[in-house]
């Protein structure tokens, strides 16, 4: 292959390609519906012709079959006159019309086969571009449905869906930690809840161990039939109940409050 002929190869393949690529399906259709009706106006303007000739042909028929009758009858008459050379004139004219006759009445049937023909066409050309803009509104529907997938797949494949992803998980993290955080704040309020009350639990333990204990030393609040200690007779010891009788009476006035 010689070089000119690749530069040819390669210079068609691109034209090729530019015209495919510039070729709009819907416009092209529209185009193609355009060219069509031209067509359609174009075969019944022939149709027409065709039509007014076969018209004129036929009248001209009729009329060289009324010049022939008209001939026939003038030759009877002659002959009945008895001028047979009048006679002999009437049917050289008369022939010369039914040659003119037979001419037009050719042209006529070829011009009647004609006219049926360019009418076949017509009537099959307006089918085709009925059919044609059917069609032409269903291909555009596709093509509008095509174009629609297409941005449809182009959206999705310019989603970034792994960091879609990760900011949903990043977000359930969030979500988890906060739900754990509720969960220890609950607990904590139960466990001073029950710390409050360990609390009352051990105030009641004291005041009872108090009670026995004043019990057991005879002091002021104690119960009667606890058995009393031994008097002590001793300065110091007295002095020494003394200090424990006010130190009880505090506490003793310090629970009541309570």
């Known amino acids: 292959m010689g070089l000119f002929d690749r530069i040819r190869r390669v210079v068609s ?31 019944r303007q022939g149709v027409a012709q065709a039509i007014a000739a076969q018209k004129r042909t036929e009248k001209q028929y009729n009329d060289a079959q009324n010049e022939i009758n008209k001939w026939q009858r003038n030759a009877q008459l002659a002959l009945q006159k008895g001028d047979e050379n009048l006679a002999r004139q009437a049917l ?17 049937d070829q011009q009647t ?6 009418k076949r066409n ?18 555009k529907a596709r093509i509008t449905a095509a174009k629609a997938q297409e941005q449809l797949q182009g959206m999705v ?51 009872d161990e108090l009670a026995a204990l004043k019990a057991q030393m005879s002091l002021p609040g104690g119960s009667p039939n606890q058995p009393q200690l031994p008097q002590q007779t001793t300065a110091p010891k007295s002095n020494n109940n003394e200090v424990v009788d006010a130190e009880l009476d505090s506490l003793r006035k310090q629970l009541d409050q309570m």
């Open 157 to 207: 494949r310019g989603m970034n869906t792994s960091s879609a992803m990760a900011a949903f998980e990043r977000m359930e993290e969030k979500v988890l930690m906060q739900e754990a955080r509720a969960q220890s704040a609950g607990e904590l309020a139960g466990a001073d809840l029950e710390s409050q009350f360990a609390k009352l639990e051990g105030s009641s333990d004291v005041d």
């Open 113 to 118: 086969g004609q006219v049926e023909t360019l």
């Open 122 to 139: 017509l009537i099959q050309l307006e089918s085709k571009i009925s059919e044609a803009k059917t069609k032409k509104e269903m291909l």
């Open 92 to 108: 050289e004219r008369k022939k010369t019309f039914t040659d003119t006759g037979n001419a037009l009445k050719a042209s006529l």
């Open 13 to 43: 393949a691109n034209l090729n390609d530019m015209v495919s690529k510039a070729e709009d399906p819907e416009k092209m259709l529209e185009q193609a519906i355009l060219e069509m009706q031209e067509d359609l106006v174009q075969l």
